[in-house]
Nanobody, 123 residues
Framework: VQLQASGGGSVQAGGSLGLSCAAS????????MAWFRQAPGKEREFVAGISWSGGSTYYVDSVKGRFTISRDNAKNTVHLQMNSLKPEDTAVYYCAARKASVYVTSVRTYDYWGQGTLVTVSS
């Protein structure tokens, strides 16, 4: 599976951005997806995950109610809609795929990674 993330950019606090991740390769079938982020000087952290079916999602507490993860399996894409952005959301965002139908929050359990897209939120 090859992953290509897009949609990052700069926005003021309170604004919105949408990230997309396009997957190629037949191995996308049955794969759980997630978004992670890494701020300067910090470890990469789990942001949101979605099961293969799309029926189960999970968010880190800091983004609950503001971010929404979704997927379109017919188009092999995953999206992260980010609303009410805060300066602390500033980071490089990565999409990741796991060769299992359910997501987990551990970075080490993901098999494929996109190249990352920068999100900058100014106050």
């Amino acid at each position: 599976v090859q992953l290509q993330a897009s949609g990052g950019g700069s926005v003021q606090a309170g604004g919105s951005l949408g990230l997309s991740c396009a997957a190629s390769g037949r191995a996308f079938s049955g794969v759980a997806m997630a978004w992670f982020r890494q701020a300067p000087g910090k470890e990469r952290e789990f942001v949101a995950g979605i099961s293969w079916s799309g029926g189960s999602t999970y968010y880190v507490d800091s983004v609950k109610g503001r971010f929404t993860i979704s997927r379109d399996n017919a188009k092999n894409t995953v999206h992260l809609q980010m609303n009410s952005l805060k300066p602390e959301d500033t980071a490089v965002y990565y999409c990741a795929a796991r060769k299992a139908s359910v997501y987990v929050t551990s970075v080490r359990t993901y098999d494929y990674w996109g190249q990352g897209t920068l999100v900058t939120v100014s106050s």
